[in-house]
Every structure is written in structure tokens, then in C-alpha cells.
């Protein structure tokens, strides 16, 4: 039955030049494909929203050590912190989850706008500096460094180690390579160390919350639990970071979208929607693994095969979105959205604070740099799996 599945290779430049349009014919013939990566062993992609949204919340695929095998060579005393959340399945994930996710409702994050509006006017400020009379790398000097700041002004990394949290980004998001495993000691440390200030001094915010859960009930969450959540959840709150430069580089390449925005800023919630489904930066979802023989969308899939969502094509899916291929920042919200953020037990934690920080992002950019503009090509990481710049020159104006 699975010879009649259509294969794709993630290496075929055609996949990496441009997934939107190398997934489209294979969507319309089959909901499922079988994806070969070289040196790995295949994977299933599921490539409509239906399908794709059912198996995000079917709990006989989950995630698992084996979704995060790449991992970096670190130090024996460095290995227990390195099993997250994310990692977690059933009450065991869900006991961690209940304790962080009310710094990340909805509310939550549009009640931190206004400090999110301070450290962006800050780095624009910055950003003029490093312009001089020329271009400047907005994804190195804005779009990288805010969404670090912000997840660590939340959690509550003191200021003076928060550039020390850049480079630690920067060393994990370029892989699980030689550069990351080295960070990981400072990383697990700086978190250890996080902590500690905060029981020293108690406040209000991620760090000082999990602190008083574990006061309450020690049995809720333990010393090597706190401070993987701390490095694991500051780490992930970079992000939106290539969120935010897509976001940017899609809106020059359209300038009619782009002036609808500067005529009617009001529009911006729901452009950062239709822009995550556009150009969201990632490609596909982790892998999940199948717990038991099962079938999707009638294809048999083994015990222990792996499963991904190829995001590329169900935010595209025309059986869900009409006209998919158009970019159109006034699209009505309504009908089911994109899974931009995943869906089922591991939605993205983070995905309100996301949405707040892209929307204030383009909007002081837009208010500040009403001649903003390209300068020249933005070249893209050569990535099968996450839609993401080396760098974005622009001019301020």
C-alpha cells in the first residue's frame, strides 16, 4: 500500500530553494508523503491541515528523547538538565506545563506590551547608530537580539547577564555542533545562577513564580526541574527571532501589502497571522513517534516510525484557506487558522508573547522608518527544515 505514496527529498534543492511551491502538486495528490534525508532514516510528512492538525493532537504520536537525538557532547553533571519539557508526554509534561504557562496567556503578554515597546524603541535607537549613512543587518541588530531580551526580561535574567544569553542563543540556534555543546555548561550555570539571585531577591516574574510553586509543594517541581525550565524556556524564547526578519523581508518584497499596513496600522494583528502562515520560519514540526502500528490518513505507519508536519504545505492548504498562494494582510480570521504555532499538548508556549512582540516589532519600524527599504539580496540558510535569513540589509530612510 505505501508504494503508492509519493517520496520527497528534503536535499532536493528545489525543496530548499522553494518548499511553498515543491509541496503544493504532491499536497493535492496524497495527504501524506514519505520524506528521505540523507544519513537519516525516512520520515512520514503529513501535508493537509486536517490530517495534520488530528495527528498534532493524537496522543499514539508523541515526543520523545529520539526527537531530540542530535544531542550536543556535554558534561556528565550537565546531562540531567538536558531532558525539557518538551521531551515530556502525558501528566509528566503537563505538570511542568501548568507551572510556566500562566506567564504566557494571552493576557499576560499584551499586559507586557509596554515593556516590550521600551526594549524595542531601544534597540532601534541602537539601530541608527549601527546604520551610519548606510545599510544595516536588521536581523543582527534587531530582529536576533529582541526576542532574547524579551523572554529574559520576563523570566528574569538580571541585565547584566543578558548579553552573555545573546551568545548563548546564538551558539545553540546555529545546531547541535561543536559551538553549542560548548555553551551548554555556561548555559545550565547561568541558569543555576538565575536562581539563585532570584531566591535571594524575590520578584515578580517566571523565575520568582516557579521559586514560590516549589516553596508551596516541594514534591510540584524539583532543583534540577527549575533550572531546566529557566535555560530551556529563555532559550526557547528566541524564536520569533526569524519570525520577525521573514516578517520584514515579505513585507518590502510586497510593497502593496506594505503600504496597506502604513495606511492602516490596525491591520497588524491580523497581518502577523497571515504572515506566519506565509513565512513563518518553521518548515516542519519536530518529529513524533508512532506509540503502536496505526494508520494516517490510511497509510500504515509502523510502531516507532517518525511523523512530522510539513508546515510548508498544510498553511497552504487550499481545502482550508482560499486563494493560499496570495499574501493578503487583510485575510478575514475566520474558519481555522494556521498551525504556525503547532497544535494539541505542545502548542507553542510562547506563541501569545510571539504574536505581541512581532506586532510591536513592525509596528515601531514601520512608525519610525517610513522609507525603510531593502538594500540588496537577503540571502537564506540553505534549511529543509526551518525558513530562516543569514542577514537583512536594509536602509533606515
Not at 522553494?18 to 508523503?33: H, K, L, T
Not at 499596513?261 to 520560519?281: I, K, M, Q, S, Y
Amino acid at each position: 500500500m505505501t508504494s503508492a505514496v509519493p517520496e520527497i527529498s528534503l536535499a532536493d534543492p528545489a525543496v530548499i530553494t522553494d518548499p511553498f511551491a515543491a509541496y503544493a502538486p504532491v499536497r493535492e495528490r496524497s495527504a501524506v508523503a514519505r520524506l528521505t534525508v540523507p544519513g537519516l532514516a525516512p520520515m512520514w510528512g503529513v501535508l493537509r491541515h486536517a490530517e495534520a492538525r488530528a495527528m498534532l493532537g493524537d496522543p499514539r504520536f508523541e515526543l520523545s528523547e529520539e526527537t531530540f537525538a542530535l544531542r550536543p557532547d556535554v558534561p556528565e553533571d550537565c546531562k540531567p538538565y538536558l531532558r525539557t519539557m518538551q521531551e515530556m508526554e502525558g501528566a509528566e509534561h503537563a505538570r511542568l506545563r501548568r507551572l510556566v504557562a500562566p506567564a504566557f496567556t494571552a493576557r499576560r503578554a499584551q499586559s507586557f506590551r509596554p515593556r516590550i515597546e521600551r526594549i524595542v524603541d531601544g534597540l532601534l535607537d541602537e539601530l541608527t547608530g549601527h546604520a551610519g549613512t548606510g545599510s544595516v543587518d536588521l536581523l543582527r541588530h534587531f530582529a536576533r537580539p529582541l526576542p532574547m531580551d524579551v523572554i529574559c526580561e520576563l523570566v528574569g535574567i538580571p541585565g547584566a547577564d543578558r548579553p552573555r544569553w545573546r551568545e548563548y542563543g546564538s551558539a545553540v540556534a546555529a545546531g547541535a555542533g561543536e559551538e553549542a555543546g560548548t555553551a551548554i555548561p555556561g548555559i545550565i550555570e547561568g541558569a543555576r545562577e538565575a536562581v539563585a539571585a532570584r531566591r535571594a531577591e524575590p520578584a515578580d516574574d517566571l523565575i520568582g513564580d516557579l521559586i514560590r510553586a516549589q516553596a508551596e509543594d516541594g514534591d510540584r517541581l524539583s532543583d534540577v526541574e527549575l533550572v531546566t525550565l529557566v535555560w530551556s524556556v529563555v532559550l526557547g524564547g528566541q524564536t520569533p527571532t526569524n519570525l520577525i526578519a521573514n516578517c520584514v523581508a515579505t513585507l518590502l518584497a510586497n510593497p502593496g501589502q506594505l503600504a496597506l499596513l502604513r495606511e492602516n496600522p490596525a491591520l497588524l494583528p491580523g497581518a502577523v497571522e497571515e504572515l506566519t502562515r506565509w513565512c513563518g520560519p518553521q518548515l516542519l514540526t519536530m518529529p513524533r513517534f508512532a506509540r503502536e502500528d496505526t494508520e494516517l490518513a490510511g497509510v500504515p505507519v509502523g510502531k516507532g516510525d517518525s511523523v512530522t508536519v510539513v508546515l510548508a504545505s498544510v498553511n497552504r492548504d487550499p481545502r482550508v484557506f482560499a486563494d493560499p498562494g496570495t499574501l493578503d494582510v487583510t485575510r478575514a480570521g475566520n474558519g481555522p487558522g494556521h498551525l504556525g504555532y503547532a497544535h494539541g499538548p505542545h502548542f507553542c508556549l510562547g506563541a501569545a508573547l510571539a504574536r505581541v512582540q512581532t506586532e510591536v516589532a513592525l509596528a515601531a519600524l514601520l512608525r519610525r522608518f517610513p522609507a525603510l527599504a531593502a538594500a540588496g539580496e537577503a540571502p537564506r540558510m540553505p534549511d529543509p527544515g526551518t525558513w530562516r535569513l543569514t542577514a537583512l540589509p536594509v536602509t533606515l530612510g
